[in-house]
Structures are given as C-alpha cells and as structure tokens.
C-alpha cells in the first residue's frame, strides 16, 4: 500500500489520487506505532480525493529519534573523493526538526550561507527491536517515505563563527530540517520494487539522479548494524544516505525562494520551500 497522512485523515493512495480511510479519527503514527498498519488495508474508503483538496503531513509527525547515514552512496563517496566505509557513519537528530511535504523550510539566521540539500530515502521502523538479525530486519520495517536531509554546512564542518566546533547532528538537527513524506510505500510493495530512482531538483534544475542500487550498506545490513547499539522503536526513522551531486561538492547552497523536489519512484515527490528568515528589529534597516 501507498498511504498518506492528510488534513482529512489517512488515505490509500491509488492511480494518483487519494482514497480517504475510515479510520475512526486515528493517525497513520498510531497504526505505525502499535504495529497495527496492516489493518489500513482492510479499511473501508469513506470518500475520494484530490492531493490539491488536502494538507499533507509526513507519515511519521515525531519520530522518537532519527538516525542520520553518512557516506552510503557509491556516487556520493566518488564525487567528493572519499573511500567507502566499512561501517556505517551514523548520528541522531531530533524528531522536532520533522516537517512535511508543502511546507517551507526556514533559513536561519545564524546559518545562512551554506544551507545544503540531500534527498534520501526514509525507512520508518515499524516493530521494536535490538540486535536485530540482518536476515529477518525486513519484519521491522513499516514501508519508506521520502526525505530531504537538509544540512547547514557551515555547523556541520566547523565553519560557523557562532560556533566553536564541527556539529553534525546540530547541522541537521534544526527546524524544519527534516521534511518526510507525501507518502508511506508499506514493506511489503517496497521489497517487491527492487532498486528505485531517486532524483533531486532545485527549481526545476535535476541536481541529484541516482539509484538505491548505489546504496554501500543495504537497508537490513543497516538496521542490523545501527541496532546493535541502540534500540529501533515503532515510529523510528532511519535516513539512508544521498546520492552524488550535492550542494557542498560544488558550492551550490540553497537560498530563500529555491524550490527542492525530492521523487522516489513508486513512493512520491516532496517539495519545500526554503524560506529567507526575517531580520530582527536590530537587523532591520532604518526607515
């Protein structure tokens, strides 16, 4: 199934359209995570709709935590000249920077000039787990949403003057860093799909095309990894990595207007704007 979380309750996506759920006012998050998602199928449609009559939210509104992959595109490690890794880099971030597709993305204002795209692929974990076996990690799986690990540069590498340190997770971990969805593509469809396209456009302009094909560390090698650490809740999300042709490798930032578009095929597009924050009475000009 291909399900999505809207302003007017969680809805089937079917031929492009939206089969809205009666699904007795409760979230796509409750059904995530109680384990109950397969229920939604069974689920009666109460009325259909366009994705124009509706708001749409990310699949999970805040994930206990989100784990962040590093350096897990082939293309990606070519293009900025490093090795691949042999375990995966990983860090998190919190749940509050979770924002959804259509919704803009604010700018801030200690951070202005190297404010960075990543579009990824999302795995939402949709049964708790440790020490997860790599051969059975797809039953923790709920589906994969879209993401768009947007970083600011300068906190991650040590480059801020506001900031005496390299902060990855600081980087990002802002608000409204982390936009997921318009939708949920549930596990058993996305093991069916095998390697999926992912392309990412700033204002039209295709920046990222690459595939999960290019992915160092699988998805149930990762879960299998990053769980012997840590525990992977219900409503959990785990970002992949990105592909090759990032902002940073060619010093193409983002900047307040620039529209990103992050597709994945058979799972949706988010889209955001990046919005220029406004300056504080102190910062503004004289009249």
């Not at 997921?180 to 095998?194: K, V």
Request: hydrophobic share 40%; aromatic share 4%.
């Amino acid at each position: 199934m291909l399900l999505a979380q809207t302003s007017h309750g969680i809805a089937r996506v079917v031929d492009g359209g939206l089969e809205l759920l009666a699904s007795s006012g409760r979230s796509l998050d409750d059904y995530i995570v109680t384990e109950r998602l397969d229920e939604l199928a069974r689920q009666e449609t109460v009325v259909t709709a366009t994705w124009e009559e509706v708001t749409v939210a990310p699949p999970v509104r805040r994930p206990g935590k989100i784990i962040i992959v590093g350096l897990n595109y082939r293309d990606h490690a070519v293009e900025i000249g490093s090795p691949l890794p042999t375990f995966p880099r990983f860090h998190l971030v919190p749940g509050s920077a979770v924002t959804g597709s259509g919704s803009g993305v604010t700018i801030p204002r200690f951070a202005t000039d190297k404010v960075d795209y990543e579009g990824e692929l999302a795995i939402v974990i949709g049964r708790t787990g440790r020490d997860i076996p790599e051969e059975s990690a797809w039953d923790f799986v709920a589906g994969a949403t879209v993401a768009n690990d947007i970083s600011a540069r300068d906190i991650q590498l040590g480059e801020n003057p506001g900031l005496p340190m390299a902060n990855p997770a600081l980087a990002k971990g802002l608000d409204g860093f982390k936009p997921l969805g318009p939708a949920l593509l549930t596990t058993d469809e996305l093991r069916c799909r095998g390697a999926l396209n992912i392309t990412t456009r700033v204002n039209a302009e295709v920046r990222q095309n690459s595939s999960t094909a290019q992915l160092v560390f699988t998805v149930p090698d990762l879960l299998a990894r990053i769980s012997s650490f840590l525990t992977l809740e219900a409503g959990d999300v785990v970002l992949t990595g990105t592909p090759g042709g990032v902002g940073l490798a060619a010093g193409r930032f983002l900047a307040g207007g620039d529209v990103v578009t992050v597709t994945i095929e058979h799972i949706g597009t988010l889209i955001n704007t990046l919005v220029e924050v406004e300056p504080t009475a102190a910062e503004a000009p004289a009249t």
